[in-house]
């Protein structure tokens, strides 16, 4: 059964940095790319970030470009989002979300229950 | 960036209804148009992927068309457990863009 599972999420101040993680298993890493999808409270889902199986290729949302950085471990099956500068309007739920689609046809075809961060002081 | 304009916003409809949900691309993207579902506290859910593929083990009332900027998702016979929103989202080109929801509720 796949299963992500997100963790390291909480209160931040602004200005503060944060970093997420998401385990993956249930599947071959490996061989998937997978991203990071936002949703502020009560709003819509937003992408954030993207990188493939082997992180030859990493693609961000032009909010968080320059603060954020995505990154995966193969070994340790994990994801990761490095965030920092945090800002208040990046208080969301974050999900991670595997790719069955890859560069350029993305398919988000299972995600994790998400986790909170709040930015606020 | 690639605008997706998903309409109505919000919709009221009964069990056994069919409901149909429109998403329009600002250009086009190619069928790279995918459909989700979400309920209240629970992560989305993937139910259609490149415009008309039904993704495993999402019910056969759920179908999806379109091509060029437009595409459509219609459930057959909505059912208590449809009642969610539903988001549209091109992965033609980044950034990946998501609808604003459609939310499907009871009459």
């Known amino acids: 059964e796949v299963q992500l599972v997100e963790s390291g999420g909480g209160l931040v101040q602004p200005g503060g940095s944060l970093r997420l993680s998401c385990a993956a298993s249930?599947?071959?890493?490996?061989?998937?790319?997978m991203n990071w999808v936002r949703q502020a409270p009560g709003k819509g889902l937003e992408w954030v970030s993207f990188?493939?199986?082997?992180?030859?290729?990493?693609y961000y949302a032009d909010s968080v470009q320059g603060r954020f950085t995505i990154f995966r471990d193969n070994g340790r099956n994990s994801l990761y989002l490095q965030m920092n500068r945090l800002r208040a309007e990046d208080t969301a739920l974050y999900y991670c979300?595997?790719?069955?689609?890859?560069?350029?046809?993305?398919?988000?075809?299972?995600w994790g229950q998400g986790i909170l961060v709040t930015v606020s002081s | 960036d690639i605008q997706m304009t998903q309409s109505p916003s919000s919709l009221s409809a009964s069990v056994g209804d069919r409901v149909t949900i429109t998403c329009r691309a600002s250009?086009?993207?190619?069928?790279?148009l995918n459909w989700y579902q979400q309920k209240p506290g629970r992560a989305p859910k993937l139910l259609i992927f490149?415009?008309?593929n039904l993704q495993s083990g999402v019910p056969s009332r759920f179908s999806g068309s379109g091509s060029g900027t437009d595409f459509t998702l219609t459930i057959n016979s909505l059912q208590p457990e449809d009642f969610a929103t539903y988001y549209c989202?091109?992965?033609?080109?980044?950034?990946?863009?998501f609808g604003g929801g459609t939310k499907v509720e009871i009459k």
């Open positions: 979300a595997r790719d069955a689609g890859g560069v350029g046809a993305s398919i988000f075809d299972y």
């Open positions: 249930g599947f071959t890493f490996n061989s998937f790319g």
């Open positions: 990188i493939s199986s082997s992180a030859d290729t990493i």
């Open positions: 250009q086009t993207i190619n069928g790279y």
């Open positions: 490149y415009a008309s």
């Open positions: 989202q091109q992965t033609y080109t980044t950034p990946l863009t």
